[in-house]
């Protein structure tokens, strides 16, 4: 029987939380309506007027935490709106087909909330029996996936990480641990001085993890399309040995965050054989191609890879954050990380010991991110996952027809994936391209019109400079609930907010 005196407090809760998960419901297909802003921009100082974030000795009400948790949803930015083509995510992946009213899609949201209803860890079985056998399942089938057409038979494992960028850290410290597992046996080499390669276009966490496990990392030039030259790839592995280096890895990106380009994997990969070096393939972005037999050509040599990163948060609009480390290597994560602590790991355990994955995880304490993705899985299928790509696959190749047809926007370069890199020319600096400081004025519109679009809440697409080249901008979208007059809309609202430039 339960206690008379926790009553009155779980009916307390109850209520609480059934209020603020009406209110979630209601703000969240509300919001991402094409008819509410992206966002509801307010100075620092502004919004610390509206928001008090100080933290105070003594609790605060009910209902004055549904105040705060109704303006912290208003003021921040909605990620699910079709206008927000900002990051290499989106808010919640929406029916394509339902695209005449944008709605979200409830089913990775539901995962989300199950998974912080459980609040659990992911480490041994008897903690997380469910969550257990989804991850398995989940890392089989996507190794089966992208690893099929090199052996016709399911290898390998795979890791659940903290993003994209501790996925990346992860395959370096496996190609370190890879080489000098190696070097053990071959007592002629004196010293490791390691090094590793990838191109200049690469993720920045590359040059972060180099630092942390003390591999020198090599950036090698780009072609005009953005990709690996692996020409110079080669010139400079040879010219680290010839100082006495040993390299070990090359990283290649299957679709890069600016530009979407996609290194020469076939290429890289008979290279990294012919010298003896691990290839991790950095396929964040583009690795949910896999699921599209119309794309995942562009992943071509992939399944010759060493690791790959994958990132369903990105491409499949999985909820943050959903990011994998699969390898072909079968036992080399326990390898590399594997300590057995005995007060988690026991051997006397009554089931068996392989289904306490923990140990090989850098990680101890660990959410259970598969749970949303499997959730999605189930509710859409791997064919829903392929049709939300060819969508959007779909929008792109529009939205680049029609900045090559369009007066006053320009590409930065042919794409073949999401990104599409442009420039808006206002009408004060067309046809001044000739004068002398036009790509100094080039480079200030991007910025300007940022600023503008912010402010007014119509539209969220990020801008950058890249390889001396002015700010331009880049068009990524990854919620399926974008539609064709979405794509003219930006181009109106672009013209519009530059027309008085």
Same mark, same amino acid.
């Given at each position: 029987?339960?206690?008379?005196?926790?009553?009155?407090?779980?009916?307390?809760?109850?209520?609480?939380?059934?209020?603020?998960?009406?209110?979630?419901?209601d703000?969240?297909?509300?919001?991402?309506?094409?008819?509410?802003?992206?966002?509801?921009?307010?100075?620092?100082?502004?919004?610390?007027?509206?928001?008090?974030?100080?933290?105070?000795? !003594?609790?605060?009400?009910?209902?004055?935490?549904?105040?705060?948790?109704?303006?912290? #949803?208003?003021?921040?930015? &909605?990620?699910?709106?079709?206008?927000?083509?900002?990051?290499?995510?989106?808010?919640?992946?929406?029916e394509?087909?339902?695209?005449?009213?944008?709605?979200?899609?409830?089913?990775?949201?539901?995962?989300?909330?199950?998974?912080?209803?459980?609040n659990?860890?992911?480490?041994?079985?008897?903690?997380?029996?469910?969550?257990?056998?989804?991850?398995?399942?989940?890392?089989? &089938?996507?190794?089966?996936?992208?690893?099929?057409?090199?052996?016709? +038979?399911?290898?390998?494992?795979?890791?659940?990480?903290?993003?994209?960028? #501790?996925?990346n850290?992860?395959?370096?410290?496996?190609?370190?641990?890879?080489?000098r597992? &190696?070097?053990?046996?071959?007592?002629?080499?004196?010293?490791?001085?390691?090094?590793l390669?990838?191109?200049?276009?690469?993720h920045?966490?590359?040059?972060?993890?180099?630092?942390?496990?003390?591999?020198?990392?090599?950036?090698?030039?780009?072609?005009?399309?953005?990709r690996?030259?692996?020409?110079?790839?080669?010139?400079?592995?040879?010219?680290?040995?010839?100082?006495?280096?040993?390299?070990?890895?090359?990283?290649?990106?299957?679709?890069?965050?600016?530009?979407?380009? #996609?290194?020469?994997?076939?290429?890289?990969?008979?290279?990294?054989? !012919?010298?003896?070096?691990?290839?991790?393939?950095d396929a964040?972005?583009?690795?949910?191609?896999?699921?599209?037999?119309?794309?995942?050509?562009?992943?071509?040599?992939?399944q010759?890879?060493?690791?790959?990163?994958?990132?369903?948060? $990105?491409?499949?609009?999985?909820?943050q954050?959903?990011?994998?480390?699969?390898?072909r290597?079968?036992? +080399?994560?326990? !390898?590399?990380?594997s300590k057995?602590?005995?007060?988690?790991?026991? @051997?006397?355990?009554?089931?068996?010991?392989?289904?306490?994955?923990?140990? @090989?995880?850098?990680?101890?304490?660990?959410?259970?991110?598969v749970?949303?993705?499997?959730?999605?899985?189930?509710? &859409?299928?791997?064919?829903?996952?392929?049709?939300?790509?060819?969508?959007l696959?779909?929008?792109?190749?529009?939205?680049?027809? !029609?900045?090559? $047809?369009?007066?006053?926007?320009e590409?930065?370069?042919?794409?073949?994936?999401?990104?599409?890199?442009?420039?808006?020319?206002?009408?004060s600096?067309?046809?001044?391209?000739?004068?002398?400081?036009?790509e100094e004025?080039?480079?200030?519109?991007?910025?300007?019109? @940022?600023?503008?679009?912010?402010?007014?809440?119509?539209?969220?697409?990020?801008?950058?400079?890249?390889?001396?080249?002015?700010?331009?901008?880049?068009?990524?979208?990854?919620?399926?609930g974008?539609?064709?007059?979405?794509?003219?809309?930006?181009?109106?609202?672009?013209?519009?907010?530059g027309?008085?430039?």
């Open positions: 029987m339960s206690d008379w005196r926790s009553i009155p407090c779980v009916e307390r809760h109850k209520e609480f939380l059934e209020k603020l998960i009406a209110a979630l419901i703000c969240t297909f509300h919001s991402v309506s094409r008819e509410n802003p992206v966002s509801r921009w307010r100075e620092p100082d502004r919004l610390q007027d509206i928001i008090n974030f100080d933290l105070k000795d !003594e609790p605060r009400t009910q209902d004055s935490l549904l105040e705060i948790a109704n303006k912290v #949803f208003k003021y921040s930015v &909605k990620t699910g709106h079709p206008y927000f083509m900002n990051q290499l995510f989106s808010g919640n992946i929406q394509y087909e339902y695209n005449t009213s944008t709605r979200l899609d409830p089913y990775g949201l539901a995962g989300q909330w199950l998974t912080d209803a459980l659990s860890s992911v480490y041994t079985y008897e903690v997380a029996p469910v969550l257990t056998l989804m991850e398995k399942t989940v890392i089989m &089938k996507l190794l089966s996936m992208f690893y099929k057409e090199e052996t016709g +038979i399911t290898v390998g494992d795979g890791l659940f990480c903290p993003g994209g960028s #501790f996925s850290g992860i395959a370096i410290n496996l190609a370190r641990f890879w080489f597992k &190696k070097a053990e046996s071959n007592k002629s080499i004196p010293s490791l001085n390691l090094v390669f990838t191109s200049k276009d690469a920045y966490s590359i040059l972060k993890w180099g630092n942390v496990c003390d591999v020198k990392v090599v950036l090698i030039e780009t072609d005009k399309h953005g690996m030259d692996v020409n110079d790839l080669r010139a400079n592995i040879i010219e680290e040995q010839e100082k006495g280096n040993y390299p070990i890895s090359v990283i290649a990106t299957a679709g890069t965050t600016v530009l979407g380009a #996609f290194d020469p994997l076939i290429e890289i990969v008979d290279i990294c054989q !012919e010298f003896s070096m691990w290839l991790h393939v964040a972005w583009g690795g949910g191609l896999i699921f599209s037999k119309r794309h995942s050509s562009l992943l071509r040599g992939i010759r890879a060493d690791s790959i990163l994958f990132n369903p948060h $990105k491409l499949l609009a999985v909820p954050q959903c990011s994998l480390l699969l390898t290597h079968q036992n +080399i994560f326990k !390898e590399a990380h057995q602590a005995s007060y988690l790991f026991q @051997k006397d355990k009554f089931y068996p010991a392989d289904l306490d994955v923990g140990d @090989k995880y850098l990680q101890c304490g660990r959410r259970p991110d749970l949303k993705f499997w959730f999605m899985w189930q509710a &859409k299928g791997a064919s829903g996952f392929e049709k939300h790509i060819d969508h696959m779909t929008l792109s190749a529009l939205f680049k027809e !029609e900045v090559e $047809k369009r007066d006053g926007f590409l930065v370069m042919d794409s073949c994936f999401i990104n599409v890199c442009f420039w808006f020319i206002p009408p600096l067309r046809n001044q391209q000739s004068t002398y400081n036009y004025q080039l480079n200030d519109v991007a910025p300007k019109l @940022k600023e503008k679009m912010t402010k007014r809440g119509s539209l969220m697409i990020n801008y950058q400079p890249l390889h001396g080249k002015p700010n331009f901008f880049r068009f990524v979208i990854q919620n399926s974008v539609n064709t007059q979405d794509i003219y809309y930006v181009f109106d609202e672009l013209e519009n907010l027309e008085s430039m």
